[in-house]
């Protein structure tokens, strides 16, 4: 958006102007564009950053200046995010003899953080070219990639508020810096082995490292060596450390995974180039340039049956590769042929290292060597996790490195709303702030029920308050320039930790704090994603999850709400059923099967566990007769540990679990539920023609104080279930048969909703929560509900599971602040 209020500007005569550029601005090479565009115009002047993004004042034609604003919005430096452009003409004729960049002004700070960006091919052709002085540099860097939110510690954005502020610069680099028309001018990392960041080998038990063992040319280079000869390496890298291992080496995977205690969740790789991973993987356009992009995430790929699947992937379709996003990697993989595992290094569920004494410490019992450097890593960023779908579209499922912070710019009507912190869920937590239109999604932080996790979360929310200038204090502001009170945002669930803390902040400090339901929080960041605007009515939300706490005081997973960003009306659910041995349910799934078969069939005599039961002879009865049916009857009827949850992800454990996948345990949340698919989709590949469902019906029925409430009954789906485990039909036309028959039971729902409220006019409906995730479902209910002509909302650029939550907490808020504003 450009605005301006040009006085005389039919004029042949000079004119001033002051020029204001808004967005991601700062750490980009916007400065060194301006001052290329603006002496290709012939205009003097001059161009600074400041808390807001860029200033530039400019002296000359009113032609010349409307040429340089177009050419400036074309041009912009390829990691650069122009938001707005503001323009107004100066009374004054300023006097200048040139156009030159000046030292930047700190005031309050409205700019944007940039997010770390992977190595230009400018940089990496220097790193290997040994005519330059950045020959097999690691740190390699200028003003289109390197570091910058992993190492800044303040705003705006130059070195001395960095990690590099330790770095003198030596005279070549100072020169590169200083000199306008080269491409590190301003590079804030700008460094080379004269004056930058060291990079050097270790051994984790301490002794010497024997360099006579493998030939190398530098610490780095020996790393290639090393993990070919089977050792397992912790590198720092950008935003972290990580664990590396040759990929086709299952007995160093096999023994990695053992001391990560990562025993079966999928592990991520890295390759050298497209063509390796093209051997493992099949690879179309929108995932080679998703790999190939500045953010370089991880990009889930379908694998071609490769030899490495099972000591990486056991049970998934897709292998997730990324390619070398720094010149540290560019450089250990120059001579790498295989592929590398390359998974965060921590122990499973903590965050991973950042700390070169903390790695030492942690890494010493997995890793036989540590790559170490010293750059000090500020902000914790882990690797993000991307897919494309079936529609082309892309679909993130972990927002890290290379997407976060950039800013989601918030629809119309929420531009004028006071700050807000959203804290986030327990799991997959992410925090949000929000400010003059604009939602500031934190990186991953992770499950904060795990102690350094939690403490990872507190740290890098302090960082972020710091950076972008919230001060919480007994009268809370921004700045000294404003008197603007921060809202607090959290999830109804009592018991989370964000929740906790959102809590004590209000306390403290007289923050007024606003409780939003989980699953409406969801539906609210599918709704600001798609631009729909704060005063939209009211339309239709599937969420679809593992557990939300619920207003009702019952956990909620499987949720159809009639929504708008203030309120909600729950119109339907997934039939509750208990989770016996409460948190136990989700990591023995047979207990979610038991809890299903008897919420659909009784605990009777003529129940399918007693003896007179035509299901008798079947594996899954002969299973559950060995498990103390009785003790886990008595403890639901009794309510002991065992609470109710309209949960969709346990349904999908529970049927998992029923046709033999991960049936006595798993060790990661939903392990079945994507087996489970894995297996739907290969069949539904092999057996294209075949369209058989298990069937799902819509119910009425008075659930607790709710009435009218419809829920979906699953009961003939596992009668149905139960009958081809009889038959012994393949597991793969089981999945298939429950995917396609929950994705018809849910249109069905929706047709059910449509009739009985048919003053909502639905005719657009959210499709999100983390059992979304699934491609299956997601396509089959998308294509269904467009034949029903109704227009579907899901998610691309925040994640779809609990890391998008925050942004959905933080649009319910401002929405009730608008409200209680415009009734006072």
């Not at 929108?286 to 889930?300: F, G, T």
């Not at 207003?551 to 499987?558: A, C, H, K, P, S």
Request: charged fraction near 20%; proline fraction near 5%.
């Amino acid at each position: 958006m450009v605005s301006f209020d040009l006085k005389s500007h039919q004029t042949s005569l000079k004119i001033t102007e002051e020029i204001r550029v808004k967005g991601t601005v700062q750490g980009v090479g916007f400065r060194p564009t301006v001052y290329r565009l603006a002496k290709a115009n012939q205009l003097l002047g001059e161009v600074s950053n400041d808390g807001q993004g860029v200033l530039i004042i400019v002296v000359g034609h009113p032609t010349s200046i409307d040429n340089f604003i177009q050419q400036l919005e074309k041009e912009k430096p390829p990691l650069a995010r122009i938001t707005e452009i503001i323009r107004h003409q100066m009374e004054e004729i300023k006097k200048f003899t040139d156009f030159s960049i000046i030292k930047s002004n700190k005031n309050l700070i409205k700019t944007e953080i940039a997010p770390d960006a992977a190595t230009c091919e400018s940089c990496k052709a220097e790193t290997f070219d040994p005519y330059t002085r950045w020959y097999r540099y690691p740190f390699t860097n200028c003003t289109n990639c390197g570091p910058r939110l992993s190492i800044i510690k303040h705003l705006p954005y130059d070195r001395i508020q960095t990690s590099m502020a330790d770095f003198l610069m030596c005279r070549e680099c100072q020169e590169d810096y200083d000199d306008p028309l080269n491409r590190r001018f301003h590079a804030q990392p700008i460094a080379c082995h004269i004056c930058g960041p060291k990079a050097w080998l270790e051994r984790a038990d301490g002794k010497p490292v024997n360099f006579s063992m493998f030939s190398m040319l530098d610490d780095v280079d020996a790393v290639a060596t090393l993990i070919q000869q089977g050792y397992i390496i912790a590198i720092k890298g950008l935003g972290g450390f990580h664990l590396a291992c040759d990929a086709t080496n299952e007995e160093v995977v096999a023994k990695l995974r053992k001391l990560k205690k990562r025993p079966d969740k999928p592990l991520a790789l890295m390759a050298k180039d497209i063509q390796i991973i093209d051997q493992y993987c099949y690879i179309n356009q929108a995932e080679k340039e998703l790999l190939q992009s500045p953010a370089a995430p991880i990009v889930l790929l379908k694998q071609k049956n490769s030899a490495i699947a099972n000591s990486v992937a056991l049970g998934h379709n897709y292998l997730g590769f990324m390619l070398p996003y720094t010149p540290l990697h560019h450089l250990i993989f120059k001579r790498l042929k295989n592929p590398v595992v390359f998974t965060s290094a921590n122990l499973a569920d903590e965050p991973q290292c950042i700390d070169n004494e903390d790695a030492k410490q942690k890494l010493a019992s997995i890793a036989h060597y540590l790559l170490l450097h010293n750059r000090e890593i500020v902000n914790r960023v882990d690797d993000s996790v991307v897919r494309i779908l079936p529609n082309s579209s892309s679909q993130i499922l972990r927002r890290g490195r290379g997407y976060a912070p950039t800013p989601i710019d918030l629809p119309a009507g929420f531009e004028n709303i006071a700050p807000i912190l959203a804290m986030g869920s327990e799991l997959k937590n992410t925090f949000c702030l929000l400010r003059e239109g604009q939602g500031i999604l934190s990186q991953h932080i992770g499950d904060l029920e795990n102690l350094a996790a939690w403490e990872s979360y507190r740290h890098t929310l302090e960082l972020y308050l710091g950076l972008l200038e919230y001060k919480i204090t007994e009268n809370p502001q921004l700045e000294k320039k404003s008197n603007k009170n921060i809202a607090i945002a959290v999830d109804l669930h009592p018991e989370y930790l964000a929740t906790k803390h959102g809590k004590e902040l209000a306390a403290n400090y007289s923050l007024p704090i606003y409780f939003t339901q989980h699953h409406h929080a969801h539906i609210a960041a599918c709704m600001v994603e798609n631009g729909l605007p704060i005063d939209t009515q009211r339309i239709l939300g599937i969420a679809l999850d593992g557990l939300g706490y619920g207003e009702d005081g019952t956990f909620w997973g499987g949720e159809f709400l009639l929504a708008d960003y203030h309120s909600y009306k729950r119109v339907g659910t997934f039939k509750p059923v208990a989770m016996l041995g409460g948190e136990k349910a989700i990591y023995e799934p047979w207990r979610n099967t038991y809890a299903h078969l008897q919420a659909a069939f009784g605990d009777d005599e003529n129940s399918i566990f007693s003896e007179s039961s035509e299901y008798k002879y079947i594996d899954l009865v002969k299973f559950f007769r060995k498990k103390p049916l009785k003790l886990l009857s008595q403890m639901e009827k009794k309510g002991i540990n065992s609470p109710l949850a309209s949960s969709c992800g346990r349904l999908f454990d529970a049927v998992a679990a029923a046709i033999g996948i991960c049936r006595e345990s798993c060790s990661y949340e939903g392990q079945g539920a994507i087996a489970l698919e894995s297996i739907a989709e290969s069949w539904i590949l092999n057996h294209p023609k075949e369209t058989g469902v298990y069937s799902f019906a819509v119910q009425n029925k008075e659930l607790k104080e709710e009435f009218n409430l419809l829920y979906l009954e699953s009961r003939w789906m596992w009668q149905e279930l139960l009958v081809d485990l009889q038959k012994n039909i393949s597991q793969g036309a089981m999945a298939a048969k429950f995917h396609r028959g929950l994705a018809k039971g849910i249109v069905l729902m929706v047709k059910e909703i449509r009739n009985q409220y048919p003053e909502a006019k639905i005719n657009q409906v959210a499709l999100t929560g983390g059992v979304f995730q699934n491609q299956i479902l997601l396509t089959q209910v998308w294509s269904l509900l467009e034949e029903m002509d109704i227009k579907v909302l899901t998610h691309s650029r925040i994640p779809p599971n609990d890391g998008g939550l925050s942004l959905g907490q933080a649009a319910i808020a401002a929405s009730r602040i608008a409200v209680n504003k415009f009734n006072e």
